[in-house]
Nanobody, 123 residues
Framework: QVQLVESGGGLVQAGGSLRLSCAASGRAFTRNPMAWFRQAPGKEREFVARDSWSGGSTYYADSVKGRFTISRDNAKNTLYLQMNRLKPQDPADYYC????????????????WGQGTQVTVSS
């Protein structure tokens, strides 16, 4: 069974850091684009960051650029999201996603999702 499992969420003070992990199983995702999205209560799911397997190209939403870093460890089949200088507007359920091809930022562009991990930021 192919699945993505996120971990690493929790409560952190504003200005603090967290690192989210997304462990993939069932197949290798070495040659697949992978991404992070987030969804706050009452809001639509939004794009956070993307890692294209080819050339290590990454892309970030403006709201997290310079603060968050997406990376992957292909040997561990794991995607990461290092989140620094967390702000009060960052709390949400964070989801990792994968697709077979493409580089879209719309959730409908991604066809495999994890169950999410919650991030809470205290002010």
């Amino acid at each position: 069974q192919v699945q993505l499992v996120e971990s690493g969420g929790g409560l952190v003070q504003a200005g603090g850091s967290l690192r989210l992990s997304c462990a993939a199983s069932g197949r290798a995702f070495t040659r697949n684009p992978m991404a992070w999205f987030r969804q706050a209560p009452g809001k639509e799911r939004e794009f956070v960051a993307r890692d294209s397997w080819s050339g290590g190209s990454t892309y970030y939403a403006d709201s997290v650029k310079g603060r968050f870093t997406i990376s992957r460890d292909n040997a561990k089949n794991t995607l990461y999201l290092q989140m620094n200088r967390l702000k009060p507007q960052d709390p949400a359920d964070y989801y990792c996603a994968a697709c077979d091809a493409g580089v879209g930022t719309n959730p409908s562009d991604w066809n495999l999702w994890g169950q999410g991990t919650q991030v809470t930021v205290s002010s």
